[in-house]
T-cell receptor, first 108, second 113 residues
Framework: GIQVEQSPPDLILQEGANSTLRCNFSDSVNNLQWFHQNPWGQLINLFYIPSGTKQNGRLSATTVATERYSLLYISSSQTTDSGVYFCAVGVAGNQFYFGTGTSLTVIP | NAGVTQTPKFQVLKTGQSMTLQCAQDMNHEYMSWYRQDPGMGLRLIHYSVGAGITDQGEVPNGYNVSRSTTEDFPLRLLSAAPSQTSVYFC????????????FGPGTRLTVT
């Protein structure tokens, strides 16, 4: 199956700092989503972004499908941003492959 | 609109016992999937369905059965639980008209002793 690599695996930020999370994938994909898994385990949709750039408040994402990577930007981080961020890529219908995530801790 | 619901939230089984994890969605999504999440790992696809009566295997199907008799429900069955099936199980649904954007349930934490 397709390989999905996320970096960095762990990240500790001071509140207010900015960060960039990266997702590389090994083959062409039809779909790409970013999720935030909060400390209670809930998976929250952040972006559906198979290509291009989207912004939602302090978060934005860019996918360059031809170069097989996606970036998630978090600006002015808050403690509520803590958790694990997953990238998931879809190759057919609803078959998605997940990366191993970036664990983010934001300290006040 | 409840979205994707899963029951139970927590379950402890003994090795060899069977059980069914329930998943339901009220968004009329044709696609539904089951994933498992192990510590320090991303989610891995177990089985998926593209509509009522149609199911297929994902990355890690062994030890699990599924069926899809209605659009709303997609139960996951463990016929003979093993400690290796201790995990958190997530159900997801998606819709072709929304380009397969996936929506996840809250998860079921299963421990097999």
């Amino acid at each position: 199956g397709i390989q999905v690599e996320q970096s960095p695996p762990d990240l500790i930020l001071q509140e207010g700092a900015n960060s960039t999370l990266r997702c590389n994938f090994s083959d062409s994909v039809n779909n790409l989503q970013w999720f935030h898994q909060n400390p209670w385990g809930q998976l929250i949709n952040l972006f559906y972004i198979p290509s291009g750039t989207k912004q939602n408040g302090r978060l934005s994402a860019t996918t360059v499908a031809t170069e097989r990577y996606s970036l998630l930007y978090i600006s002015s981080s808050q403690t509520t941003d803590s958790g694990v961020y997953f990238c998931a890529v879809g190759v057919a219908g609803n078959q998605f492959y997940f990366g191993t995530g970036t664990s983010l801790t934001v300290i006040p | 609109n409840a979205g994707v619901t899963q029951t139970p939230k927590f379950q402890v089984l003994k090795t060899g016992q069977s059980m069914t994890l329930q998943c339901a969605q009220d968004m009329n999504h044709e696609y539904m999937s089951w994933y498992r999440q192990d510590p320090g790992m991303g989610l891995r696809l177990i089985h998926y369905s593209v509509g009522a009566g149609i199911t297929d295997q994902g990355e890690v199907p062994n030890g699990y059965n599924v069926s899809r008799s209605t659009t709303e429900d997609f139960p996951l069955r463990l016929l003979s639980a093993a400690p290796s099936q201790t995990s958190v199980y997530f159900c997801a649904s998606s819709y072709r008209g929304q380009r397969y954007e996936q929506y996840f349930g809250p998860g079921t934490r299963l421990t097999v002793t």
